[in-house]
């Protein structure tokens, strides 16, 4: 196992244990099954996992693992706040309580407010006095490392990460995320305040092991490494050395191998010229089925209307790269659920952007398309009643 530092100079394994995943059996989790895995994982140099309050059975399963093995001070817990519940400073202090009684310790080695998607969910907890409740639990030694793990656009995920000394991040990201959610540029600029970033998605929920298509598996096979899909998503991770922890959701013995093998191998700054262009040609061969040629660059940033224009092209293209389902939940994600309205439909069509956008894409013209099919009526209402909830809530 290789590990990288934390903020605080200590050891982190490179692969993290998320306990998401575990098997099912029956209403609850295999906790057997679910042991062996985290010992084998653990036997083999892993140290963070990571859980959450809303993983059904997760963080308790995870708790008894723990102390059964006395294990819990050769490990790190992470474990999260679902702040999108929380309308009180008691209802954090029940929560919290609720999760270390679950996870059987006096302390969480890392603490994330779990699912930030926009900076008004963070003014919001703000209202609420969380800056003062991390200062108590964080003096008391109850959080070690406080943190946030993030879903929306790099814009938000700038100013979350600029509002607040945190201790670390946890962001969705991928070879194919590399210019949505917090991208390369929300790593790199927590990696340059030196706070660790660790990885969530890391194979897109699978998508880049099971749902890739004919010609990314073909240029796969023509390389002249011998990887598994899911070690070209991995190695790419661990060549960036802005990378912390990678996150992987194990739910059999032989995943934990050879996620563990991959861990102990893949160094920063090891993949080569001609493995890059493997997986140029791998992301080359899923746009292929994409709506419109947007490569995120966002130079066409900002529009004067707010119009968040290459976050709909990517749902957009998500929609037909992996699914309508998938494209329309990336879309209430990232652009319907901000606080600030970024739809295409505030479009003024003034032509700026398209003067601005190197694949001189008719954005006015396709703005109104991927509207139509990330927005039919039914998504249309569901989005605006959400907003009405969370913005009426975040006001009070
Ligand atoms: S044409 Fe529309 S999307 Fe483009 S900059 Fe103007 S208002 Fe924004
Ligand atoms: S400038 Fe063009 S390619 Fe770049 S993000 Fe905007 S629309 Fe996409």
């Known amino acids: 196992m290789q590990y990288r530092k934390d903020r605080y100079g200590n050891d982190l394994s490179i692969l993290g244990f998320g306990c998401m995943r575990f098997t099912k059996k029956g209403t609850g989790i295999d906790i057997d099954k679910a042991e062996k895995e985290i010992m084998e994982a653990f036997n083999a140099g892993v140290n963070y996992y990571d859980t959450a309050y809303l993983y ?27 702040q999108y519940l929380i309308s009180s400073r008691a209802a954090i202090d029940r929560i919290f309580a609720e999760e270390l009684s679950r996870l059987r310790t006096d302390h969480v080695d890392y603490y994330l407010m779990h699912h930030m998607t926009d900076v008004a969910m963070w003014e919001k907890l703000k209202a609420v006095g969380i800056i003062e409740w991390i200062k108590e639990k964080k003096a008391s030694g109850t ?11 790099t814009d938000n995920f700038l100013k979350i990460l600029g509002d607040y000394d945190w201790d670390f991040c946890q962001v969705q990201y991928n070879y194919l995320d590399e210019v949505s959610q917090a991208g390369k540029d929300g790593v790199r600029a927590a990696a340059a305040k030196g706070i660790p970033v660790v990885i969530m998605e890391p194979l897109r929920g699978g998508k880049l092991v099971n749902l890739l298509p004919e010609g990314a598996r073909k240029a796969m096979k023509e390389s002249s490494r011998d990887y598994s899909p899911a070690e070209w998503g991995l190695r790419w991770l661990y060549d960036q050395p802005e990378v912390t922890v990678v996150l992987s959701g194990m739910n059999s013995l032989d995943m934990v191998r050879e996620n563990c093998r991959i861990a102990s191998e893949a160094e920063a700054g090891s993949m080569t010229e001609e493995d890059l262009k493997t997986l140029e040609a791998v992301k080359r061969s899923i746009w292929e089925k994409e709506k419109v040629a947007c490569t995120g660059c966002r130079y ?12 709909i092209f990517r749902c957009w293209n998500t929609m037909y790269a992996e699914s309508k389902s998938q494209g329309r939940f990336q879309f209430a994600q990232t652009v319907g659920l901000t606080k600030e309205p970024a739809f ?28 139509k099919a990330l927005r039919p009526l039914p998504y249309k209402i569901g989005i605006n009643i959400a907003r009405a909830f969370m913005f009426r809530k975040a006001r009070g």
Do not use: W
């Open 56 to 82: 059904p059975g997760s963080e308790a399963a995870l708790g008894e693992i723990v102390e059964r093995n006395g294990i819990r001070d050769r490990i790190n817990i992470a474990t999260k706040l679902p």
């Open 143 to 153: 959080i070690r490392n406080i943190g946030f793990s993030y879903h929306g656009n």
């Open 300 to 311: 066409c940033m900002p529009c004067p209307k707010g119009v968040d224009i290459p976050g």
């Open 344 to 371: 295409a439909d505030q479009c003024a069509k003034c032509g700026k952007c398209e003067s601005h956008c190197p694949q001189s894409i008719p954005i006015r013209e396709k703005l109104v398309e991927a509207d």
